[in-house]
């Protein structure tokens, strides 16, 4: 039950199954009843909880003992970039920056397509299809944004970091690039300007998601300090 509207919200649990991210553990997560409409106040209720948002499918991991995925958040007002991050800064400074509504577009598509292909073919996405990008990114519910990172020389697309507008902060939901830039570091660089929003709109918080330090892919959100953790249904705050 929620403050905000009185509704008495039901999860489901998947079966067990291989876990994506952690040779030889079984996973489970828990889904919000897709008929129930994700509106804001509930959405920022869930994400406070540790949830994250997949197309219109809002879940959380529920693995029995294995706590690995830690859903962690970049407090605004302490968040203090590192070496690495201001040198990524500096050497993406000519690059320009677009916040727009989500929605499907034919040049989108072909980035993340190009990003699955190239860096992420050995997982469940690929190969893609424009069904399945949308069911992924976007949402009917949600106020979900594109920040895209621009080169001005080429008009190219470098990265964009698809996110979503809550009351208390950001939520990053996705992030995909075009490979040829990697020495920029676009991940990060995506990253680092979605703090720059938040920070210029007097937001409290950046969500990332789920760290996992086991996994070489979800490692690098430890690099964001000070972070806090959500572990035990509280948000505790590591320097």
Not at 83 to 104: M, V
Not at 135 to 143: A, G, R, T, Y
């Amino acid at each position: 039950m929620t403050e905000d509207n009185k509704t008495t919200l039901d999860f489901y649990l998947t079966p067990q199954h291989e876990c994506p991210y952690l040779n030889d553990e079984q996973a489970q997560t828990i889904f919000l009843n897709p008929e129930i409409l994700v509106n804001d106040p509930l959405y920022d209720f869930l994400i406070d909880k540790g949830f994250r948002r997949s197309g219109e499918h809002v879940y959380r991991p529920k693995c029995g003992n294995c706590t690995a995925c830690i859903s962690v958040r970049i407090p605004m007002a302490s968040f203090q970039a590192n070496k690495q991050q201001r040198r990524c800064l500096k050497k993406a400074n000519g690059f320009s920056i677009r916040i727009s509504p989500a929605s499907f577009d034919t040049l989108h598509y072909q980035l993340f397509a190009q990003y699955i292909e190239q860096r992420h073919a050995d997982g469940d996405m690929y190969p893609t299809s424009e069904k399945q990008y949308k069911e992924f990114v976007l949402s009917q519910s949600i106020n979900t944004q594109f920040l895209d990172i621009i080169d001005p020389v080429t008009s190219k697309i470098v990265a964009c970091c698809v996110f979503d507008r809550l009351e208390s902060g950001l939520s990053a939901v996705y992030t995909f690039f075009d490979p040829s830039y990697s020495k920029y570091s676009p991940g990060r660089l995506a990253i680092l300007q979605l703090i720059k929003l938040a920070t210029t709109e007097n937001l409290s918080y950046v969500y990332l998601g789920y760290w996992i330090k086991q996994c070489q892919k979800m490692a690098y959100k430890g690099e964001y300090r000070p972070i806090e953790c959500f572990i035990e249904d509280r948000w505790i705050l590591l320097n």
